[in-house]
């Protein structure tokens, strides 16, 4: 996975493809599709078709039936804005990486106890930025970060330069 995850929110399939190439041509290889849409399934369908070599995903993916889109899609990644057991077991069930959005101590204990270490940090703004993300570093070591919702191109370096951040996500980088 690349450090910086763009966030893409497609309103109609016919723009994916040009969408992608933009990302392509700024050298990301890396695409979050929201399933904020009604045409979500088919644009990630076209992204995974139309650039294989891409690393697609869905995002804000709330239930499972969505994941269950997405995945037969051909997203290669999930992201949910929230942590939910039903999209967990779909991803298990298809070995597909998810990365739910977690902020409190509880929310990250309880994707621990589904297996999960690589955790969204959403909204990063409002629920503390880099200052939580480093006091959760004590006592959650072995739980890397993806950070979205405030992160910008003027801060993404300082979460990038923490040890315990995988990538930096958003609509910024689109």
Request: with cysteine; hydrophobic share 45%.
């Amino acid at each position: 996975m690349e450090k910086r995850i763009p966030l893409i929110t497609i309103q109609d399939v016919a723009d994916t493809e040009r969408a992608m190439q933009n990302l392509l041509n700024k050298g990301l290889h890396t695409a979050e599709i929201t399933f904020r849409t009604a045409c979500a399934e088919g644009a990630i369908r076209s992204a995974c078709e139309k650039f294989p070599d891409m690393n697609i995903g869905a995002g804000t993916v709330i239930n499972a039936a969505q994941c269950e889109k997405a995945i037969a899609a051909g997203a290669k990644f999930i992201v949910s804005p929230g942590l939910s057991e039903a999209v967990a077991a779909v991803c298990k069930k298809y070995d597909v990486p998810y990365y739910p959005g977690c902020v409190t101590p509880t929310e990250i204990m309880a994707a621990l106890e589904l297996g999960i270490t690589v955790i969204k940090f959403f909204p990063a703004g409002v629920y503390g930025g880099i200052k939580a993300i480093k006091a959760l570093s004590g006592p959650f070591p072995q739980v890397k970060f993806i950070p979205t919702g405030g992160v910008t191109a003027d801060n993404e370096a300082e979460f990038l330069a923490l040890p315990n951040v995988f990538a930096v996500g958003g609509s910024y980088l689109a």
